[in-house]
């Protein structure tokens, strides 16, 4: 492939990446206000982005089988762990900024759990079957990820009732 079309389809994939991610926090701020015809239109527009957003993985070989995926998967959780979140983590204790650090802290300890819960996938993916995982709940407040055992009353990392918490 050409050098330049290379770059521009990874420039393409992180561009219509974050429109999808803005028009669903959008989208959410529409429907708190009780807009809920803004609120489909921006979802519908965000799931537009996430079409090019694939297309233009798929052809930057960004796609493959189940189990290459978790690979990716679990390398890109165990940097933002080891490295990418514990350095923006103490740049932003250093410089006073509260909620950057908040934000950052909140992220590395559910990016710890989403590593775990992808080397286990890897496992059965590697088996070519499928994962015996059951529910999974989401903190809609730091993203805290809650996939075995006893569901507590209050999130673990921010404190929030766990009644909140979204199911999948
Ligand atoms: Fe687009
Ligand atoms: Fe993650
Ligand atoms: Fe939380």
Same mark, same amino acid.
């Given at each position: 492939m050409g050098e330049m079309t290379k770059e521009f389809l990874h420039?393409?994939?992180? =561009? %219509?990446?974050?429109?999808?991610?803005?028009?669903?926090?959008?989208?959410?701020?529409?429907?708190?206000?009780?807009?809920?015809?803004?609120?489909r239109m921006f979802e519908a527009i965000a799931y537009a982005e996430f079409v090019h957003a694939k297309n233009h993985a798929k052809n930057l070989g960004l796609v493959k089988e189940?189990?290459?995926?978790?690979?990716?998967?679990?390398? =890109? %959780?165990n940097f933002e762990v080891d490295e990418m979140y514990p350095v923006y983590k103490a740049t932003a204790e250093m410089q006073n900024e509260k909620k950057a650090k908040t934000g950052f802290h909140y992220a590395l300890e559910a990016e710890k759990i989403h590593e775990k819960m992808y080397k286990k996938a890897k496992e059965h993916a590697e088996k070519e079957e499928d994962m015996d995982i059951g529910e999974i709940y989401i903190c809609p407040v730091c993203g805290y990820t809650h996939y075995k055992g006893e569901l507590p009353d209050n999130c673990p990392v921010c404190g929030v009732k766990s009644e909140r918490f979204k199911k999948f």
């Open positions: 420039e393409a994939f992180a =561009g %219509e990446s974050m429109a999808h991610m803005k028009y669903l926090i959008y989208a959410e701020v529409a429907e708190k206000k009780g807009f809920e015809n803004l609120a189940v189990a290459d995926n978790i690979d990716k998967c679990i390398e =890109g %959780e």
